[in-house]
């Protein structure tokens, strides 16, 4: 057995799991930065949007931003900025919210951006691509507060191949 006093969070895990000096290593490392991670306060932003400037859309647009201001809070993160407009989600073109966040990604302004769902973020495909590859390139983070989820590529990869043999199938 292995010193506690060397590697206190060995006891976190169950001996049936993998054994070994190097397993204990990287277990206590996973858990020392999960730790860090929970107690950190990440700087976040939300990114809310609706397609057009109707009165029910508007009615939208505040709700999404509560929405995305109530998960913020509750993860006890820290609000630094909000991009909030009423622009079509199928193209860059006329988005001035949208693209003073993707400047403020270039900046490091902020470490997580806040979303209610990947369309109010982009329609455009190829335009959602590149956003997530330098959201991803920068370190940075990007949470769909409706589904309870952080956005992976590798997620993302498996949901995309799992789509592309359904409708082949089909």
């Known amino acids: 057995p292995l010193d506690s006093t060397l590697f206190p969070y060995t006891t976190l895990f169950r001996s049936s799991e993998l054994s070994g000096p190097f397993f204990y290593i990287v277990k206590r490392s996973i858990w020392k930065v999960r730790q860090e991670m929970e107690e950190e306060?990440?700087?976040?932003?939300?990114?809310?949007?609706?397609?057009?400037?109707?009165?029910?859309?508007?009615?939208?647009?505040?709700?999404?931003a509560a929405e995305a201001e109530e998960a913020i809070r509750a993860r006890g993160w820290r609000l630094v900025d909000a991009y909030v407009e009423s622009r079509s989600g199928t193209s860059r073109k006329g988005r001035w919210e949208y693209n003073r966040l993707y400047e403020d990604l270039e900046q490091n302004r902020f470490d997580?951006?806040?979303?209610?769902?990947?369309?109010?973020?982009?329609?455009?495909?190829?335009?959602?691509?590149?956003?997530?590859?330098?959201?991803?390139?920068a370190g940075k983070r990007l949470y769909f507060y409706l589904e309870n989820t952080f956005y992976s590529p590798r997620s993302e990869e498996r949901r995309v191949g799992k789509e592309c043999r359904v409708k082949w199938r089909s």
């Open 41 to 64: 306060k990440l700087r976040a932003v939300y990114y809310a949007r609706c397609s057009t400037e109707e009165e029910n859309q508007k009615d939208a647009l505040v709700r999404q």
């Open 112 to 137: 997580v951006v806040v979303i209610k769902s990947q369309d109010r973020l982009m329609r455009n495909t190829r335009d959602w691509y590149l956003f997530a590859d330098r959201l991803n390139c």
